[in-house]
């Protein structure tokens, strides 16, 4: 028998507390009427809504359905999950993972960055809410009451350090939780989304499903960003195989085999001289694996596009 008292966190004031990993179990969760609260949710739920919180700080594991803001204010929060809305929300700043175009109505001062966090538990929660760690438009703000000549959100800056927004737990139950907010050890690849981009050449990177095609994007990322490019952007998404005709072209029936095997995941990567970059990275490390990449930067913008306005069809964007 569920007990509601277990799923929910109503009229506290400066306190801290949490669930630790395993205690919600995909349940649905509530969080209303807290005052200057530390609240953590290291486990993955179904939905969470969080109504009349004020000067909260609130970690948010990951959420199958969707995370619903009523009437809070100046909270600062990290939160993965499908779907995010705001109402009559003023000052979140949110890190942020959604798979879908995050919404706010009715609400200012909003300022959002990417996710990033990493507890050893997490990467399963991801999976057991359905997310990919690859999906995420946290940048893609949609307003849905803007007002003429006012800026209702923003971005954070951009060396924003998570732990000066949301600091790690101080409870004894909670700090056993083996928390880490390196950025490098992030479960969400760190992407700069909708900032402004340093360069006009970007590359597409796309691995196919397989055994470690999760790892070996992650490597490639390590690898690219460690030489100074900039991962803009992520998708993991099904494709059929006239779909593969219109992103990849005349090499389409090389890849086309493989998309029965599972979702592929893509990379936009940026920065003078990132098709060669990314060339000589794959040719170096990935010698066995199949991958697409742009074959110059005349041609990778034209890829970018093509794929990306593909995955956004796709995801209903």
């Known amino acids: 028998q569920v007990d509601p008292k277990d799923y929910t966190f109503s009229g506290l004031k400066d306190e801290t507390v949490g669930r630790l990993p395993g205690k919600v ?26 109504d009349d919180c004020v000067n909260c700080q609130i970690f948010l594991g990951p959420i199958k359905g969707s995370v619903f803001f009523r009437d ?6 990290i939160v993965a999950c499908q779907q995010f809305r705001t109402r009559d929300c003023r000052k979140l700043e949110v890190f942020l993972c959604c798979a879908t175009q995050p919404i706010i109505e009715s609400s200012t001062g909003m300022k959002f960055g990417c996710f990033q966090y990493y507890y050893p538990e997490l990467a399963l929660q991801f999976k057991d809410a359905g ?48 928390i ?36 070996n994007a ?19 998404v099904s494709m059929k195989a006239e779909e593969a005709h219109r992103v990849f072209q005349q090499r389409a029936p090389e890849f086309i085999p493989l998309l029965e095997k599972g979702p592929v995941v ?51 964007m």
Request: hydrophobic residues 35%; aromatic residues 10%; glycine residues 6%.
């Open 72 to 77: 809070c204010k100046d909270c600062k929060c």
């Open 25 to 50: 179990a995909g349940q649905q969760f509530i969080i209303q009427d807290c005052e200057n609260c530390s609240i953590y949710i290291f486990d993955h739920s179904a939905t969470i809504t969080i």
């Open 131 to 178: 997310l990919s760690i690859f999906n995420n438009t946290w940048s893609d703000i949609h307003d849905f009451t803007p007002v003429s000549g006012e800026n209702n959100w923003g971005l954070l800056p951009e060396d924003a350090v998570v732990q000066d927004y949301v600091p790690l737990p101080s409870s004894e139950e909670l700090k056993a939780v083996r």
């Open 218 to 236: 992650r490597k490639l990322i390590d690898e690219m960003t460690g030489k100074g490019f900039h991962l803009v952007q992520t998708k993991e």
């Open 266 to 316: 893509a990379l936009e990567f940026n920065g003078d001289g990132a098709v060669d970059g990314c060339q000589s990275t794959i040719n170096d490390v990935f010698s066995g694996t199949k991958v697409f990449v742009s074959e110059s930067k005349a041609s990778a913008s034209q890829d970018v596009e093509n794929f990306y306005n593909f995955a956004d069809m796709q995801m209903g």
């Open 180 to 215: 880490s907010t390196d950025a490098m050890r992030s479960i969400i690849p760190i992407t700069r989304g909708r900032r402004q981009k340093t360069s006009d050449e970007s590359c597409l990177v796309v691995f196919f499903a397989g055994d470690y095609t999760t790892a």
